[in-house]
C-alpha cells in the first residue's frame, strides 16, 4: 500500500499530443509521440503501445495523461521523456486516459 505522501510524488499531467510518428526500432508495435505540456512543463517525447486501437493521423491535437516525473528512458536510439497513461485490456489493447473535456495544457491530476 502506497501512503498519500508517497502518491502525492506521482506528478500526473494533461498534455496534448502535437505528432505522433512510427517507431520501427520499437519490440513491441508503438508510436513515438511529441506532447505539449504548456509552459511549465514544456514538450517532451514519449513511446506509446497504442498501435492496435489508435491510427497515428488521429492522435495530433489528442489530450492524454502522462507521469512526468520519472526519470528519462532510452528506449533503443529513442529517449522516452514521460510515461503516458492508458487502460490496459487482456490482449495488450491500450486505451488512453484523458479529460472528458479541452483543458489547459499541464494541468496537475490529484
Given at each position: 500500500?502506497?501512503?498519500?505522501?508517497e502518491?502525492?510524488?506521482?506528478?500526473?499531467?494533461?498534455?496534448?499530443?502535437?505528432?505522433?510518428?512510427d517507431?520501427?526500432?520499437?519490440?513491441?508495435?508503438?508510436?513515438?509521440?511529441?506532447?505539449?505540456?504548456?509552459?511549465?512543463?514544456?514538450?517532451?517525447?514519449?513511446?506509446?503501445?497504442?498501435?492496435?486501437?489508435?491510427?497515428?493521423?488521429?492522435?495530433?491535437?489528442?489530450?492524454?495523461?502522462?507521469?512526468?516525473?520519472?526519470?528519462?528512458?532510452?528506449?533503443?536510439?529513442?529517449?522516452?521523456?514521460?510515461?503516458?497513461?492508458?487502460?490496459?485490456?487482456?490482449?495488450?489493447?491500450?486505451?488512453?486516459?484523458?479529460?472528458?473535456?479541452?483543458?489547459?495544457?499541464?494541468?496537475?491530476?490529484?
Amino acid at each position: 500500500m502506497l501512503t498519500w505522501e508517497e502518491f502525492e510524488k506521482t506528478e500526473m499531467r494533461v498534455g496534448t499530443i502535437l505528432e505522433a510518428n512510427d517507431f520501427p526500432d520499437a519490440r513491441k508495435p508503438a508510436y513515438q509521440l511529441t506532447i505539449d505540456f504548456g509552459t511549465e512543463i514544456g514538450i517532451r517525447k514519449s513511446s506509446a503501445q497504442i498501435t492496435k486501437r489508435y491510427a497515428k493521423e488521429d492522435l495530433a491535437g489528442r489530450q492524454i495523461v502522462a507521469v512526468v516525473n520519472f526519470p528519462r528512458k532510452q528506449i533503443g536510439k529513442f529517449m522516452s521523456e514521460c510515461l503516458v497513461l492508458g487502460a490496459v485490456g487482456e490482449k495488450g489493447d491500450v486505451i488512453l486516459l484523458a479529460p472528458d473535456f479541452k483543458v489547459e495544457n499541464g494541468l496537475r491530476i490529484g
